[in-house]
Each structure stands twice: as structure tokens, then as C-alpha cells.
């Protein structure tokens, strides 16, 4: 497809490049930081290459955060700190990490938001075991914090350097390799409107051995936090709801086409909810006359007329009644805890050979806290009129309306909430050898081996046969038993489910359960390369080469609760699932000087890299890179790289079973949603009539995810242009701008369940496409099933503007530090339809992926005072792509979140002793989230939901 919207990438390269001038919004690239006239040239290895480079240069863009700007916040997590930079997107941050089932805890990196899995984390340039069962994601808890003297982000042409998952990039942690003496640090930290705390202790020790040839170190870390309900913070406790707009005015013509007003056609209001479900228990009757009565239990189970409140015309939504509230069910913040110790032991055998060796554990556990067990809709619950506990107000009720019985929706908070406590461990060792064969040519070989196990506990997980013959319940003899006799043999538990808190503790016992489930992760690498930075020498320059061979094998196995895999519990029914693929690669890199002092030529070098590997699943996969790094003189220097590479699809994606779940989704064929003649026609063909209002869309749908074994590779392309410039006449002074571009074909995604219904019916080719086969309707055409598997969809690309500025000097009688770091983002555009490559979906500028991100920091020392101010910046994003507004300019009074600013401030003391004491306040300024968001989806989780935090650091190093 790249043929169709690429012909003038080059052409928007320069647009874009000219739009960061004129902005003059630029940041510092600690990078690009040049050797002084007079220092002697030293040859270190950078991010991004694995020949040895003259200073730090890097020849691609890279954006380096020091190992004290990571410590220096009160955040538990480096994750947390990372996923506020601009180039990252929050995708699984702790805030957003119980979205599903075994993710609880778990803080991934997403570069540019187009993916986890594409997005390749190191240490020290090597590969880490994944934490999320099939998946290459790894979780940062799983990283050392005392350790860490910097992390590289690359952005620009990594797969052919580092392997095929690098498609977006490469984020190395790079930590400290001698490390002397004894540090301590603990840390913490309190919100200011709720129960919101976190704490962290870590200590390291490290100390030569051997008359300096060795180096032994150990650390150790123990931290976590306190989760924390929506109801729990005075912003987010209030629930809202979208209902339909009375005053809206829209109308279909003569034509059947619908003319817009301009009044939006939806209104959020507050205090409002789902009247079709309760927490005490409801029902609704049709009378004679055809109109639907709800009724709700009293505490004592009698049964009166439900207060609606206010309703909109929808199925289930009111306002100012009594509803049922899903913000109770909603944790801004899981409860976490975190252990982990790691030690590091290197030897010099001789001048120029060294060995090493790695081992770590890290034991994780993070809670989700629920909604409990349901039944709504077409699960409601039967209940006849010889029910033992039915109250005579409702016998009578029913007499009235002349049934035996009735179907009651209930949210059965007094069965108790589902509590999902995750528990991960990790183990990795790394040992190794490198040196230096001569002058120029140095080596490493070595082997990694690293293993997840996650142990997963699902509580109050109800037994469905078990409730049903529990609330089945009738007198015999004068006493209250189950109907079932058999049941009653198996000690069945009788209990009303009448009323609040109408469920018997004893009955909870008979039906609930608890499900233990495991998932297995092991990787295994035997790797080595051979580097040379002056191979030869040509009149520009010393040609650099380096090449290697790398062994990986990748598994992953997850092992569901056997009772609940076969559905007979309210838990999805997951499956197991089993995969591995190996993987041979060989790869090179070379480095040539073409150029050198010249008339705006102080050197031009050419760069290329290549991997080939060898899958046990996809077969063979080339990834190849090849870049120009051009100083025209002392103080500016130009760069570009062009990538392509093949990315397999990983164990889950390709092997993943098709699991039960559940989404709540609006349904596009509904009266209100068919806004467009495309859409009306796609409606018509399904069967559907122009006026359905669908129930089943008030309630969950279930759904089937999973793998896809026909999946086939996804192909990407990526380049960067930069420019560097770092004037003689400000030293200390840098401005950097990178533009970039990424390309994916046959892209292995997993389309949310809302988009399958939406592309199903706004396909212009009609309903003969693979969204429309993945779901099933009733006769009544209500949804009934949702399929969403991995697919290759048409295509994913993305585009934008990094740009980094910097400047220290001293000043005030101390130094200071300034750095802003920004993204632009042009387009990022999502082609669903392979035999539509003209159709796409635009998200740049939509929540989650505003235009502009920018990070400004501040710092100042002074003698052993220091202090930091930090702003983060979020562009205003709107809630509705422009392919959603060229349908309808005006579904909702709530379009967009206005622009947001986030700022954090920092003071410290070091004593002559050692003692550093610190005090922190994040979000100094409590900014609220915008809209009515809980800052708990993919998307939103980039803004901030504890509110004012305050914390305390104290560190100790001699």
C-alpha cells in the first residue's frame, strides 16, 4: 500500500521540518553533545550502532534521560516517568493496567502508540524476558532503579541493529558498570484528597576485589503503593453518563439522508446511570396498555415502583434516579507491591579480556479490584412465584399483572466484588565475555536466560449452577431450602437476592469460588559480535565495522483454572495456550567516511546495517538500515536514516485461543447512530430496519479474543532527517529537530470490538467484508457475539516532529539546567481495509495522540541546595476522529479536552555527611483531568488522576 499515500513523504518531510523552525521550539538531544577542539578524541559505543563512535555522536536520534532524572520524582515506577515523555504513549501504565484479565501491575512502553510489541526494550543492549504471557513486552518493574545511569530512547532504524521488534524503536536501559560503595534511598509519598500512598526503599553495594581487577555489587528494592477507588477523589466520584439531547434538532430528509443542526446530539449530565440494573435487585412488567413499569426491592425485599428520574428516550439511562453506578466499580490506581534483588560480579582475566556475570529476581504483585458478578438483559435471573423469599407485595404484584414469574436484573455487589490479585516473578542471569584482539578490533559473546512466572488468583468467582440452585429457593417442612435435592445433599446454600446485601455470607461460600490460573515465559540467547572502528583507512576516515550472530528462542504457556476454562464459572472461560518459535540471525554494520574538510563538509560518513534471520514460524526475514551523518561544520550537523524491516508475529498473536470476554459497545445500526447514506444501506442490507433500538447494547456483549494462526508477517518502513546545531558562540547550548516517519503493511493488530461494528457498516463496499464476519445477531437483530482476533490489517503509519533543546550555564553563583523535549505528531492513520486502501481512519490530534507533547524541566544547584520544576504539556486532543465528524459535526457537547499543563516541583539539601533530604510536590498546581475521564483508559492515562501529591525522599551514599 505504501505506493498510495507515500508519493510525498519527502516533500511533508520538509513542510514539517520548516513548521519546527518557525515554531522555534526545539530540545536538547544529549546526544549530539561534541567533543571540545582541544579534547582527545575517545571512542565509545552509542545507542543505535554497535561500532565503536568518536565522543557521544549517535547516528540516529536518540533522546538519553539520566539515571537521576528517573529517581528524582516521587514516582514508584520508572515506567510511570518514562510514559509522560512525548515519543511514549501511556498504553499500559499502572493507572490503566487492569483493562484485562492478568495485566494488573504491569507498566509497558509504547513508542509512539503504535504498540508494546513493537516497541523493544534492552539492558545494556541485550534483550529481556517478557513479563505479559506472549507476548516481547517487558515490564519495567522488572528493572533495577538503584542501577540505572541513563535510559536511550532510538527512534530511527533499530531493527536491523537490534532485530525485527524494534519497528517504532529501541528504549536500552543502560546501568552503572563499576559500582563502589554504599547508597541507600527511600522515598515517600501521599495524595492530598484521597487515600492514594506509595513508598520505595532501595540499597546497593558494591566493592573491587582482587586489587581492582574485580568488581562484585548487590542491590535490593522493595516499594508499592496503595490502590485507590474513582469514589475515593471528590473529581471523579460523581457519575456521568451520555443520553440523548432533547433539544436536538436532526432530521432525515426526503432523501433518507440526515441534515445536522449544529445542537449536539447527545448531553453528559451528572448523577445519572443505568436504571436497567441494580445493586438491590429490579425488574420491569409490560402492562395491558404496553408500557414498561420498572419495579426495585427495598432492603427488607419488598418491592415498590423504581424512581427513573429522568429519561432520554434510551433503553436503560436516566438521570437523577436511582441507577446503578459503574464508577464504584473503577480503580484510578491498583494496589502494588514490588521486591526485587539483583547482583553483578565482573573480572579482568587479563589487560584485555574481561568476564561477567548477571542474576536477578524480581517478585511483583499488582491487584484489580472489579465489578462483581451480573445479570442483565438476556442473563436475567428467573424467579418464580413459589420463591421462598418472594415479599407478599410482590406475590401481589405479580398476581396483578398475571405472571408466575419474573426477570430480575441484578449487580451483585453483596456477592462480593471480583478481586484479581496478580503475582509475577522473574528470574535472569547474564553471563559473558568481551575484550579487546589488537588496536582496533574489540568483542563480546554471551548468553541470557530469563524466565516469567505469573500466578494469577481470581476471588468471588461465582459458580453459575451453584447460584442457580442457591436462589432457587423454596420451604419444605417449614424451612428454606434449595429446590434441587440434590443440591441440597451437596450442601447448597438457600439466600435471597432481594434487597441490598439480601446474599447469605453462607451461600456467597456455596457459590463462589476461587480460580488459580499460571502463565510460564522463558527466553533464551546465545549472542556475539565482533567490532573493528578502524578497519582501514580511507582519505575521509577509519571505516568502522561490526558483525555478529545472535540464537533466541522465545516461550510462553499459560495454564488456565480448569474449572472455569470449561465456562461454568461467571470468570471468562480462557483457554490454555501454548507457543514458542526460535530465531538465527546474523547481522553487520558498517561505517564509512566519505568526506572530510571540505567546504561545508567537515565529514560526511555513510552508515548501513543489515540482519537476516532465519524464524522457526515465518521462515526468512531481512531487516536492512542505511543512514548519512553530516557535519557541515563545527557547530551544525545534518543526519537521515532509511529503514525496512519484517516483524513476525509473536507467540500470542499467532497462537493465542480464542478466550470468552465481554464489551460494552454502542451499536452502530441503532435509530441514532446511522448517520451516514453508507452506513444506512450497509444497516438495510443486514437486515436491520431503519428505526431499531437496541437493548442489548445497554448491557455487555460477549465476545471471543484470541490469536490468529493465518497471520502472516507485518513489513515496515521508517526514515528520520535531522538537523543538530550546537553554536560556538553559547557553549552549553543545544538545539536538535528529527523528522520521522513509519510505515507498516500488513500490519498484525487487534481491532477493538467498537471498530469491528463500526467498519462492518461504514465499509463503502458493502457488508461482504472481514469486520461484518466477525459478528453474530439474534433474531431480533440485537448483538449477541463479537470476534476480535488478530488480523493483518491494510496498513498503520505514523509521522512527526521530535524536537529537543537544551541549555546549562551557570548562573546566581550555581548551575542550571534546561531542557525542553517535544513531539509534533502530523498523522497517524489506521488502513483497516485491504481491498479499500483509500479508506483510513485519522487519529493524530484525538485523545491519546494530541498534535503537540512537550516535557520542559528546569534544575539549579546550588553549593548543596538543589531544586527542579517540571511542566508537561498536552495539546488539546479531540474525543472524535475527522472521518466520525465528516459523518456527524456534532454527536456529543463534550468534543474535545482543552490543553493541558501538569507541573512538578522538587527541593533538596545534601548534608556534609552523606545525607541527601528531599521534598516533592506533583501536580503542584492539582489540575484536574479534563472532561469527565477517569484517566483510566488506553488513552487517557496519560493524564494525571491522583491529584496534589506530596512526597519525601532521604538518600545516603559513602
Not at 538503584?146 to 532510538?154: L, R, T
Not at 427513573?308 to 491498583?334: A, I, K, M, V
Not at 461494528?757 to 463503502?764: F, I, M, P, R, T
Not at 501536580?923 to 492515562?941: E, I
Amino acid at each position: 500500500m505504501s505506493h498510495i499515500y507515500s508519493t510525498s513523504r519527502l516533500c511533508r518531510a520538509v513542510q514539517l521540518a520548516l513548521l519546527g523552525s518557525s515554531a522555534m521550539i526545539m530540545t536538547v538531544q544529549a546526544d549530539a553533545l561534541a567533543l571540545s577542539e582541544t579534547a582527545a578524541p575517545e571512542r565509545i559505543q552509542v545507542t543505535g550502532s554497535r561500532i565503536l563512535r568518536e565522543g557521544a555522536v549517535a547516528p540516529s536520534p536518540v533522546t538519553v534521560i539520566s539515571g537521576r532524572e528517573l529517581i528524582e520524582t516521587g514516582a514508584m515506577n520508572i515506567g510511570e516517568v518514562l510514559n509522560v515523555l512525548p515519543s511514549l504513549a501511556a498504553t499500559y501504565s499502572l493507572a490503566n493496567s487492569g483493562r484485562f484479565i492478568g495485566t494488573a501491575g504491569l507498566s509497558l512502553l509504547d513508542l509512539r502508540g503504535m504498540g508494546s510489541s513493537r516497541t523493544l526494550v534492552l539492558v545494556d543492549g541485550k534483550r529481556h524476558v517478557s513479563s505479559s504471557a506472549g507476548s516481547a513486552a517487558v515490564d519495567t518493574n522488572a528493572i533495577p532503579t538503584a542501577w540505572i545511569e541513563s535510559v536511550e530512547i532510538i527512534t530511527g532504524g533499530a531493527s536491523a541493529v537490534y532485530g525485527a521488534d524494534a519497528v517504532t524503536g529501541v528504549v536500552n536501559f543502560k546501568l552503572k558498570r563499576n559500582i563502589e560503595g554504599f547508597d541507600v534511598h527511600a522515598l515517600l509519598g501521599t495524595a492530598e484528597d484521597n487515600p492514594y500512598r506509595n513508598h520505595k526503599l532501595t540499597g546497593s553495594f558494591g566493592t573491587n576485589f582482587a586489587q581492582d581487577r574485580g568488581n562484585f555489587a548487590i542491590s535490593a528494592e522493595v516499594s508499592g503503593q496503595r490502590g485507590m477507588n474513582a469514589t475515593q477523589r471528590r473529581q471523579t466520584r460523581t457519575s456521568y453518563m451520555a443520553v440523548r439531547n432533547p433539544a436536538d434538532g436532526d432530521y432525515r430528509d426526503a432523501d433518507g439522508n440526515w441534515v445536522h443542526d449544529g445542537i449536539p446530539d447527545s448531553i453528559t449530565v451528572a448523577n445519572a446511570g443505568w436504571y436497567d440494573s441494580s445493586t438491590a435487585g429490579n425488574f420491569y412488567l409490560v402492562s395491558e396498555a404496553g408500557s414498561v413499569d420498572w419495579f426495585i426491592f427495598n432492603p427488607d425485599g419488598s418491592v415498590r415502583p423504581q424512581d427513573l428520574g429522568t429519561t432520554y428516550g434510551q433503553w436503560g439511562r436516566c438521570s437523577e434516579c436511582e441507577f446503578l453506578d459503574l464508577r464504584r466499580y473503577n480503580d484510578l490506581q491498583p494496589a502494588f507491591n514490588r521486591f526485587n534483588v539483583n547482583s553483578k560480579v565482573n573480572f579482568e582475566l587479563t589487560p584485555d579480556t574481561l568476564i561477567y556475570a548477571e542474576a536477578k529476581f524480581v517478585r511483583s504483585k499488582g491487584d484489580s479490584e472489579g465489578q462483581p458478578s451480573f445479570f442483565e438483559y438476556d442473563s436475567a435471573l428467573m424467579v418464580g412465584r413459589d420463591n421462598a423469599y418472594l415479599d407478599p407485595s410482590l406475590v401481589q404484584l405479580m398476581d396483578s399483572y398475571g405472571i408466575n414469574e419474573i426477570e430480575v436484573h441484578r449487580f451483585q455487589e453483596d456477592a462480593g466484588r471480583r478481586l484479581e490479585n496478580n503475582t509475577r516473578t522473574t528470574s535472569r542471569f547474564v553471563a559473558g565475555i568481551e575484550g579487546s584482539l589488537g588496536l582496533d578490533w574489540s568483542y563480546e559473546l554471551y548468553g541470557v536466560f530469563g524466565e516469567t512466572k505469573l500466578e494469577q488468583i481470581n476471588r468471588n468467582n461465582l459458580i453459575r449452577t451453584n447460584f442457580a440452585q442457591s436462589i432457587d429457593a423454596i420451604v419444605v417442612n417449614d424451612e428454606i431450602v434449595c429446590r434441587d435435592e440434590l443440591a441440597r445433599a451437596n450442601g447448597c446454600v438457600p439466600t435471597s437476592i432481594f434487597g441490598d446485601n439480601a446474599i447469605n455470607a453462607a451461600a456467597r461460600n456455596w457459590f463462589n469460588t476461587n480460580s488459580y490460573s499460571n502463565s510460564t515465559i522463558r527466553q533464551t540467547v546465545f549472542s556475539g559480535h565482533l567490532n573493528n572502528s578502524g578497519l582501514f583507512e580511507l582519505p575521509a576516515g577509519y571505516v568502522g565495522v561490526s558483525m555478529g550472530a545472535e540464537y533466541r528462542k522465545e516461550e510462553s504457556e499459560s495454564v488456565p483454572d480448569s474449572f472455569a476454562a470449561t465456562g461454568a464459572t461467571f470468570l471468562n472461560s480462557l483457554q490454555y495456550e501454548k507457543g514458542s518459535f526460535e530465531v538465527n540471525e546474523v547481522f553487520a554494520e558498517v561505517s564509512i567516511p566519505l568526506l572530510a574538510d571540505l567546504p561545508l563538509i567537515q565529514d560526511l560518513v555513510f552508515d548501513a546495517a543489515v540482519r537476516y534471520a532465519d524464524y522457526s514460524t515465518i521462515g526468512s526475514a531481512v531487516s536492512w538500515k542505511t543512514g548519512l551523518d553530516w557535519h557541515l561544520n563545527s557547530q551544525l550537523r545534518a543526519r537521515a536514516t532509511y529503514s525496512e524491516a519484517l516483524r513476525a508475529p509473536n507467540i500470542g498473536e499467532l497462537y493465542g485461543p480464542q478466550n470468552q470476554t465481554f464489551f460494552r459497545v454502542t451499536d452502530p445500526c441503532g435509530v441514532d447512530q446511522v448517520q451516514s447514506e453508507t452506513r444506512r444501506i450497509n444497516c438495510l442490507a443486514l437486515g436491520i430496519p431503519a428505526d431499531f433500538d437496541p437493548q442489548a447494547t445497554a448491557s455487555t456483549i460477549e465476545g471471543l479474543s484470541g490469536g490468529n494462526p493465518s497471520l502472516t508477517e507485518e513489513k515496515s518502513t521508517s526514515y528520520t532527517l535531522g538537523l543538530v546545531y550546537q553554536p560556538d558562540w553559547l557553549p552549553g547550548f543545544s538545539v536538535t529537530m528529527d523528522y520521522w516517519s513509519i510505515e507498516i503493511d500488513d500490519a498484525i493488530s487487534s481491532v477493538s470490538a467498537q471498530n469491528i461494528l463500526n467498519k462492518c457498516v461504514d465499509a463503502e463496499t458493502g457488508i461482504n467484508n472481514q469486520f461484518c464476519a466477525l459478528i453474530e445477531r439474534n433474531n431480533q437483530n440485537e448483538l449477541v457475539l463479537i470476534t476480535s482476533i488478530t488480523q493483518n490489517v491494510a496498513a498503520l503509519t505514523a509521522e512527526g516532529v521530535d524536537f529537543e533543546l537544551g541549555y546549562d550555564f551557570d548562573a546566581l553563583g550555581g548551575r542550571f539546567n534546561t531542557k525542553l523535549i517535544g513531539t509534533y505528531l502530523d498523522s497517524r492513520k489506521t488502513f483497516s481495509f485491504q481491498d479499500s486502501p483509500q479508506e483510513f481512519d485519522q487519529y493524530a490530534g484525538t485523545v491519546g495522540d494530541a498534535r503537540w507533547q512537550a516535557n520542559l524541566s528546569i534544575s539549579y544547584r546550588y553549593h548543596a541546595w538543589s531544586a527542579s520544576w517540571k511542566t508537561r504539556f498536552i495539546d488539546s486532543a479531540s474525543l472524535y476522529r475527522q472521518q466520525e465528524l465528516a459523518i456527524n459535526p456534532d454527536p456529543s457537547d463534550i468534543m474535545s479536552y482543552g490543553s493541558y499543563f501538569v507541573t512538578d516541583l522538587r527541593m533538596g539539601y545534601e548534608f556534609a555527611n552523606g545525607v541527601q533530604l528531599a521534598f516533592g510536590v506533583d501536580n503542584l498546581f492539582d489540575r484536574s483531568l479534563p472532561g469527565v475521564t477517569t484517566g483510566t483508559t488506553a488513552t487517557t492515562a496519560s493524564y494525571h488522576n491522583i491529584g496534589r501529591f506530596y512526597y519525601t525522599s532521604v538518600s545516603y551514599s559513602f
